[in-house]
């Protein structure tokens, strides 16, 4: 719901998921439209800077129309989509003209850091605004240095090859401009600890798209915790190696060698998937692995989490996948590899257990223990609920627009 008076000041912000163009309409992801919906709750009028792409959207993006009524008070500027050096280069002097005059028009700027070399536009957005003398913030939700960094060890010789020269330069170009910054929003502890050195001022938030009716009931909760019989393993998320796909699996050849009765199911798409399913199809694990693929479907993801018994994860890489506080909001507790994020969230209660990264085998032991003592299995059901209670998508955007206001200064003089 909008609030009765809404203020006249303007938020220009770079958005980092594409705009995908289907004839004569345009498609967005559907948590980035509820995003936007957010935020123009709390800003009068949005300039939004955002890539277009040609081609099949992925199976998420929706028709801008899911933004609802307040879409008529959001401007989208148009960017290309120049990922190629030689593209990028060529659209380079075009586009640095149009992110000046939407800077012009702004009272609050953000921008977004990618993690590339060439098609960054985020960075660009920042350049441009340190070039002018205006303040701006920075969200970012994952280390892209060291995702890049410990992608080197797996990736194809190409690709590796490039990433390791591409890896310094990019972590001397976000320090840079981290440091620029007036302002600098970091989602998660792990991303926080990693950038929060390099920022004049650190701020550490939350980017969910839970509501609070999406919350698990106290009914649900208790029939939760007083069912028995077969352990419901769950984990939404892309199939990819920073994922720990391989590690995943092997988990769970060792709960089925230990004895374990369970069910898991992996919902997401991704380069793994092919390669987790004829694993699992030619191993002790087939007909108690469920690999779907991606689901648009948001409530059958809710739905999933708010029926399993654990929400299992093996994170190689720093990251804040939102759907670590998704799953505590299904009172789902977390099981899975040690990292400062997870442990945050879980810091009140104690919604979870978690062991050391890279070591399947402490995990499924782990597991293993929770499957034979439901009545602890039980009790960290009810404590990730408590954990999970305070996040929503209305409150966690509140807190960010908050900040903005308090800690950002104004980009050009009040009227």
């Known amino acids: 719901m909008q609030r009765m008076t809404l203020p006249q000041d303007t938020l220009l912000m770079h958005l980092p998921a594409s705009l995908y163009r289907r004839g004569d309409v345009l498609l967005l992801d559907d948590q980035a439209c509820n995003g936007l919906r957010l935020w123009a709750e709390h800003f009068g009028r949005l300039i939004v800077l955002v890539a277009v792409e040609d081609g099949a959207a992925p199976g998420s993006w929706v028709p801008l129309e899911h933004i609802g009524p307040s879409a008529s008070r959001i401007e989208f500027v148009h960017l290309p989509s120049a990922w190629r050096p030689d593209r990028f280069l060529r659209a380079l002097g075009p586009t640095r003209k149009r992110i000046r005059h939407a800077l012009a028009q702004a009272d609050f700027i953000g921008t977004?850091?990618?993690?590339?070399?060439?098609?960054?536009?985020?960075?660009?957005?920042?350049?441009?605004?340190?070039?002018?003398?205006?303040?701006?913030?920075?969200?970012?939700?994952r280390v892209e240095p060291d995702v890049a960094r410990r992608l080197v060890k797996t990736a194809p010789l190409r690709r590796k090859l490039r990433l390791a020269v591409e890896y310094p330069i990019m972590q001397r170009m976000e320090q840079g401009l981290i440091a620029k910054a007036a302002l600098g929003l970091f989602h998660g502890r792990e991303t926080y600890d990693a950038y929060a050195p390099h920022s004049p001022n650190p701020q550490h938030v939350h980017d969910i798209h839970i509501r609070k009716l999406d919350?698990?009931?106290?009914?649900?909760?208790?029939?939760?915790?007083?069912?028995?019989?077969?352990?419901?393993?769950?984990?939404?998320?892309?199939?990819?190696?920073?994922?720990?796909?391989?590690?995943?699996?092997?988990?769970?050849e060792q709960l089925t060698q230990a004895g374990v009765d369970f069910h898991a199911e992996w919902l997401g798409d991704g380069p793994d998937l092919t390669a987790m399913r004829a694993r699992v199809e030619a191993g002790p694990l087939k007909g108690r692995v469920a690999l779907p693929g991606f689901?648009?479907?948001?409530?059958?993801?809710?739905?999933?989490?708010?029926?399993?018994?654990?929400?299992?994860?093996?994170?190689?890489?720093?990251?804040?996948?939102?759907?670590?506080?998704?799953?505590?909001?299904?009172?789902?507790?977390?099981?899975?590899?040690?990292?400062a994020y997870p442990a945050d969230l879980i810091a009140g209660h104690g919604g979870g257990v978690l062991t050391p990264l890279g070591q399947p085998q402490h995990l499924a032991t782990a597991l293993a223990a929770l499957a034979r003592d439901r009545a602890r299995l039980a009790a960290l059901i009810g404590r990730a609920a408590q954990d999970g209670a305070q996040f929503d998508d209305e409150t966690v955007f509140a807190h960010r627009a908050g900040l903005i206001r308090q800690h950002l200064p104004r980009a050009r003089p009040v009227a």
């Open 112 to 141: 977004t850091l990618g993690g590339a070399s060439f098609g960054d536009w985020g960075a660009v957005i920042a350049r441009e605004a340190v070039k002018l003398g205006l303040p701006f913030y920075i969200w970012t939700d």
């Open 215 to 252: 919350h698990i009931t106290a009914d649900a909760l208790a029939q939760k915790q007083a069912r028995q019989g077969t352990l419901r393993i769950v984990y939404a998320g892309r199939a990819d190696p920073m994922k720990g796909t391989g590690d995943w699996l092997s988990v769970l």
């Open 295 to 339: 689901v648009a479907d948001r409530g059958r993801l809710l739905e999933a989490l708010r029926d399993a018994d654990v929400l299992m994860f093996c994170h190689l890489t720093p990251e804040s996948p939102r759907v670590l506080i998704e799953a505590l909001a299904s009172g789902c507790p977390l099981l899975g590899y040690d990292s």
